[in-house]
């Protein structure tokens, strides 16, 4: 029989709380953010704090900024990439140079606040490895990003083997034995909460309402959206693949249903129509049905391909700030 963790224990006798945050031209929020998250680790009590801010290959001064800080605060690390690799790798990034008991994820716009760690530190303590936070509320977001935000995370727990919580970002908190073992995952197509969600352990839930951008813009357009949509939903499911069997069968089934048809006619009535438009419909639809089970099989392909190459999954350029834990409590004078 298996029995719940008691409530968790401190770690070590200096335990370490790890905050990975990706960046990308967030030069407009980079100060702001770091001074919500120095007055953060000021108020934590018991733990010492590390923040990775990971920049994937900023092309405004994001970067120099965070050296600025680092070569200031010994507790903060830059990790640098040599071009733009993408959000989830750049917290692939984080989580592997983070040597925290705890490692929280969050984004550098200030859209999940810094604050709600206390509540997922004092859930950690209580015996979960995972706490993730949901949005009760989006400001600030237009209605049509709500509604695909909304349908996205609905349809995807509909094809997903594995349960994954509505409305839910990256912002999280997760335990030293989850960060291993997400760290022997190394799929190229990369869906972390997926995968968070995939790992399992203790999780629950930290409800928060969601602010506006500080400053900037979203680093998330439509056409990143769609592709991040189509990662989650291909590397956690196999029924598209299964979609487009049963779309081949409805094909099949109504041309069989004209076949019939046509024969009926032609040997029990007198009707008989050459029908070129008929046919044309016909052609077009089992064509389109080709076409989209193919290319259903093709983004599947496409994944292979790119597992099976075995290229790192981000190229380092620099990597300031690493330090034994026992120096990342205090700042510099």
Request: glycine share 8%.
């Amino acid at each position: 029989m298996t029995l719940n963790p008691p409530v968790r224990a401190i770690q070590s006798l200096n335990p370490l709380l790890s905050i990975v945050i990706p960046c990308y031209n967030e030069e407009e929020v980079i100060a702001e953010t770091m001074r919500r998250l120095l007055s953060f680790c000021d108020g934590v009590q018991d733990m010492a704090v590390e923040l990775i801010f990971v920049d994937d290959g900023s092309r405004d001064r994001t970067r120099d900024m965070l050296r600025a800080h680092a070569a200031a605060d010994r507790r903060i690390q830059v990790v640098g990439f040599a071009r733009n690799f993408g959000h989830q790798i750049a917290v692939t990034a984080g989580i592997d140079v983070a040597r925290g008991d705890a490692v929280v994820l969050i984004d550098a716009d200030l859209q999940d606040p810094p604050e709600l760690v206390h509540q997922m530190i004092a859930k950690w303590r209580e015996g979960y490895d995972v706490v993730y936070g949901t949005r009760t509320e989006r400001p600030g977001e237009s209605a049509f990003k709500l509604a695909t935000a909304r349908g996205f995370y609905r349809l995807l727990n509909r094809l997903s083997d594995v349960p994954i919580p509505l409305d839910t970002g990256d912002f999280r908190l997760m335990s030293r034995p989850v960060v291993d073992t997400l760290k022997a995952m190394p799929e190229r197509d990369r869906f972390v909460r997926g995968m968070v969600s995939w790992v399992g352990f203790r999780q629950t839930a930290v409800p928060y309402r969601r602010a506006e951008r500080f400053a900037g813009t979203s680093k998330y357009p439509l056409r990143k959206m769609l592709r991040f949509a189509t990662d989650g939903i291909l590397s956690f499911s196999i029924k598209p693949l299964q979609m487009s069997i049963t779309l081949g069968l409805l094909a099949a089934a109504l041309s069989m249903s004209g076949i019939a048809y046509a024969l009926f006619l032609r040997v029990f009535t007198s009707i008989w129509v050459e029908g070129w438009t008929a046919l044309m419909i016909a052609v077009l639809f089992i064509g389109g049905v080709q076409l989209i089970c193919v290319g259903i099989l093709g983004e599947y392909v496409g994944r292979i391909y790119n597992e099976v190459k075995r290229r790192p999954l981000y190229v380092l350029q620099e990597h300031i700030g690493a330090l034994p834990h026992e120096t990342v409590k205090a700042p510099r004078a």
